[in-house]
Each structure stands twice: as structure tokens, then as C-alpha cells.
């Protein structure tokens, strides 16, 4: 009797499951946990609107989890995301849509190239050279020069939104009235 009951119970919540699953396009909410415990269980589309709705949810992971997945479905979105001034949203959105062989995240690379988060520069110098053929290592001062002299190259602020500890050089911060650094040291 004890083993009917628990077999009932368990096609019930599998039925539910799969209901759930059909409805939504995904089992799971996006969650990191549930990313990487049950990464099959959430849709690339159910990542897409977490960062159409918020791309700093999820500890800004989102767009890694759909790079490493090579799925396309937020395409829209990281091209919106790379104005950001949320210095790891940019950062975050110019790496997936280099992934995807978009030539609009070339200059993002590059800027990234002085972001606080230097644990990542080998990934943006791959992306970089993926994407322009150059062969510049993380050496941002040559990728500037280089990109500069592309045609249609679209001039950034290439100091700001670059996390709590930007690499810059005190000569390359740009001062403000007072002759006083723009940009935190």
C-alpha cells in the first residue's frame, strides 16, 4: 500500500514538473545555485529575461552562464547593456557579445583591458584577437592606437565605469577643475 501511495506522489510531481517546465520554457528560476546543480534545468530564454528585467541579478552572472552555453538568445540585451555605466554590467555584456562574434564589443574589450577585474583579461585578449585577427596581448595602449585607426571607430570614455580600482597610470587620469584626478586611485 506504502508503495502505491509513494508512486502516486511521485508521477503527480513529475506531471507538475513537466506542466511547469512546458508553461515557462524552463524548470528551475534563474539562480546560480540552480545553474550549476541542475544547469539543464533553466532555459537559455529563462537567463534572457532575468537580465532583460535585471542584468545585476544573479551576481552579474548571467551573461557568463549564456556564454558558456554559446547560445545567441541575449543578443539584444548585451548590446543595450554595453552603455551601462555599471562598471561589471558592460563588462559583463562586452564578453558575451564578443562571444557571439559581434564586432560592437570591440572597444568594451579593449576598455575592459583597464577594468578592476584583471582575473579576466586573458578571456578579453582571446575574445579581442578572435574578433580583430591583432595579436596586442592585454596591452591596452596598443589595442587604443590600433582600434583608433579602424574606420567607423567609436570613441568611448575609456575612464570610467571601471570598477573600484581602475588600471590607470596617474599620468593617463583625466583631472578635474581643481587639477585633481577625475577618476578614483
Do not use: C
Request: proline share 5%; hydrophobic share 40%.
Amino acid at each position: 500500500m506504502k508503495w502505491t501511495i509513494w508512486t502516486i506522489l511521485i508521477v503527480l510531481l513529475i506531471a507538475a514538473m513537466a506542466f511547469f517546465m512546458l508553461r515557462r520554457g524552463s524548470v528551475l528560476p534563474p539562480s546560480v545555485m540552480g545553474e550549476f546543480t541542475a544547469p539543464s534545468l533553466i532555459s537559455d530564454e529563462a537567463w534572457r529575461r532575468s537580465i532583460a528585467q535585471d542584468p545585476t541579478a544573479h551576481g552579474y552572472s548571467a551573461y557568463g552562464i549564456l556564454q558558456d552555453r554559446e547560445s545567441d538568445v541575449a543578443i539584444e540585451e548585451g548590446l543595450r547593456d554595453l552603455g551601462s555605466e555599471d562598471a561589471y554590467v558592460w563588462m559583463n555584456a562586452a564578453s558575451y557579445v564578443g562571444s557571439r562574434a559581434r564586432s560592437e564589443a570591440i572597444p568594451y574589450l579593449i576598455k575592459a583591458l583597464r577594468h578592476t577585474a584583471s582575473r579576466s583579461n586573458g578571456e578579453r585578449v582571446e575574445l579581442l584577437q578572435n574578433l580583430t585577427s591583432q595579436t596586442f596581448n592585454a596591452d591596452f595602449e596598443e589595442w587604443l592606437q590600433w582600434y583608433r585607426k579602424q574606420p567607423n571607430a567609436v570613441e568611448l570614455d575609456w575612464e570610467s565605469s571601471l570598477g573600484h580600482s581602475p588600471r590607470i597610470s596617474e599620468t593617463n587620469r583625466e583631472q578635474d577643475a581643481a587639477g585633481q584626478p577625475a577618476t578614483p586611485q
